[in-house]
């Protein structure tokens, strides 16, 4: 089997983590552009923050829904769906003009984006046992790592080279040039995924039935919850709900804030605020790798993910403590990234260790949909309160305490069973 689990991984992962790179960069690239967009529009830090998450709102309405329908029309005409429209979306930021063309906008990216997230973690159950998802939730949510790595020098330079390059502002060029491979990549998505094993031409009919059989035992063998009712009356479905709430918080805060610490620290320029930015994305990068194979290693979820959070809130402190040493700051950032990037993979071996069937498809676009109403929320609150005190670190505050939260969560009311 372990040919077979590595024959699908090199074949669907890479493509997988291409396609949430280009979403996530899309997503946050108004982190980058709101260094000159805000004073090119007269925007406030308010409006930008009630803007860069009033993304999840549109998350939150059409994520479950987009999870059931996968389960009508398959994960490769859904996913195309996804990507086609948000790579459109962000194409049209580029046309902002006013606060509410802003919200509208950012509101209908979550809207069609939503979906993706959760629908790739239904997807990869089709495909890999639960024994292995550590490690490769692990390697596919390096995507939104590996885009602070990416994206961030990448959105440097696209608004360094083409300020002043005609007809557009360098903000409105960032916009245009992230987002058409996304559109490229959203057709791409029709001609290379198979919805299920059984359709893989690139495995044999003997590898197909073999990895079938292996996933349908194991499911059976952990008594996993099918029906979406009794998975609705599950306290750990809601425990889950409240753990992801408090881990995107931390998320959302150093995606669409990253680049204004970088700059609040005495960066100066927007190629070298891009090369800093992605320094700690970079060890965030690792410690999801790491943490997600140590995890499988140990057959343990809870502690992990509990550690990792810790961690998070820690590094979320000592940045708000430090904004005045610049040195001392980036390496509070950098562990709050270490924690926060590295909760992921394991917390989605959490959840989809009960879940199964419809139950699956709802309940992890439900844990992610309210989840992601953290990202609505820390932006907003990170931009009013520094919009009323003038600094970032009221704000970094709070967000410590929600990273804090999910930890006491985990291991105060979170039973450990098999896989978690």
């Not at 999840?56 to 398959?74: A, D, T």
């Not at 490769?76 to 580029?94: H, Q």
């Not at 924690?339 to 139950?359: C, D, E, H, K, R």
Request: a positive charge.
């Amino acid at each position: 089997m372990q040919k077979i689990h590595s024959k699908v991984s090199w074949r669907l992962i890479p493509f997988l983590v291409l396609l949430f790179l280009l979403a996530w960069i899309d997503r946050v690239n108004v982190g980058f552009a709101k260094l000159s967009m805000l004073s090119d529009l007269q925007f406030s830090e308010a409006v930008y923050g009630l803007g860069a998450g009033i993304f999840f709102l549109g998350y939150f309405f059409f994520e479950v829904p987009s999870n059931l329908y996968l389960q009508k029309i398959g994960a490769r005409k859904t996913l195309a769906r996804i990507t086609i429209l948000w790579g459109l979306t962000s194409i049209a930021m580029m046309h902002v003009s006013t606060p509410t063309s802003f919200y509208i906008l950012r509101f209908l990216l979550g809207a069609f984006e939503a979906g993706f997230f959760p629908g790739v973690m239904l997807y990869l159950t089709y495909w890999v046992p639960a024994s292995r998802r550590g490690r490769i939730n692990g390697l596919f949510m390096t995507s939104f790592a590996i885009a602070g790595i990416i994206g961030s020098p990448l959105a440097g330079f696209i608004m360094s080279s083409m300020d002043g390059v005609a007809p557009y502002k360098n903000w409105q060029w960032l916009f245009l040039i992230e987002g058409i491979p996304s559109v490229i990549a959203g057709l791409a998505v029709l001609r290379y995924l198979p919805d299920f094993p059984r359709q893989a031409k690139w495995l044999s009919l003997q590898e197909q039935k073999a990895l079938t059989d292996d996933i349908a035992r194991e499911d059976t063998r952990m008594q996993k919850e099918e029906k979406l009712l009794h998975a609705l009356k599950s306290p750990r479905l809601w425990l889950c709900t409240a753990v992801y709430f408090c881990v995107v918080s931390g998320n959302a805060t150093i995606a669409f804030w990253t680049p204004t610490i970088v700059k609040d620290i005495g960066v100066v320029g927007t190629m070298n605020i891009g090369l800093v930015s992605a320094v700690p994305f970079i060890l965030g990068t690792l410690a999801m790798v790491f943490n997600g194979m140590h995890s499988d290693k140990r057959g343990e979820r809870r502690l992990h993910c509990a550690a990792a959070t810790l961690v998070a809130s820690i590094g979320l402190s000592l940045t708000g403590a430090t904004l005045g040493n610049p040195t001392a700051a980036l390496a509070a950032l950098s562990l709050a990234a270490i924690g926060i990037l590295a909760a992921f993979p394991v917390f989605w071996s959490i959840p989809t260790s009960f879940l199964a069937g419809t139950a699956a498809a709802a309940g992890i676009a439900l844990i992610n949909s309210i989840g992601n109403l953290a990202g609505f929320v820390a932006p907003s609150l990170m931009g009013s309160l520094k919009a009323s005190t003038g600094s970032l670190a009221a704000g970094l505050y709070v967000v410590a305490a929600f990273e804090l939260l999910a930890s006491i969560l985990l291991l105060m009311f979170f039973k450990p069973r098999q896989g978690s």
